[in-house]
């Protein structure tokens, strides 16, 4: 019922910066928590960081005073200013987002992904 198509990923140099967005659509939904996931090659998806509708969010530690998570829910988009990029940063980006029914969380949906590569 919904899909979810990120954008803004690259190549960028230690210490650059990138901001990621991701756009939901579909008809008649409405989307709790998003955020964003990261997944290299061979390793597990780890959160990088989530955000509620009204705002709240909360962050890995790895990325804390590095990234910021926002959201315009009149745009069904949610996006991450990536600042101070690091090698280890390198990875596929996700977008997930949380159909909400009745007033309750009932499903996550992904997005494809966007690559980030950070290397000098």
């Known amino acids: 019922q919904l899909h979810l198509v990120e954008s803004g990923g690259g190549l960028v140099q230690p210490g650059g910066s990138l901001k990621l967005s991701c756009e939901a659509s579909g008809s008649g939904f409405m989307v709790g928590g998003m955020g964003w996931y990261r997944q290299a090659p061979g390793r597990q998806r780890e959160m990088v960081a989530e955000i509620t509708r009204g705002g709240p969010s909360v962050y890995a530690d790895s990325v804390k005073g590095r990234f910021t998570i926002s959201r315009d829910n009149a745009k069904n988009t949610v996006y991450l200013q990536m600042n101070s990029l690091k090698p280890e940063d390198t990875a596929v980006y996700y977008c997930?987002?949380?159909?909400?029914?009745?007033?309750?969380?009932?499903?996550?949906?992904w997005g494809q992904g966007t690559q980030v590569t950070v290397s000098s």
């Open positions: 997930r987002a949380g159909l909400i029914r009745l007033g309750r969380p009932v499903q996550d949906y």
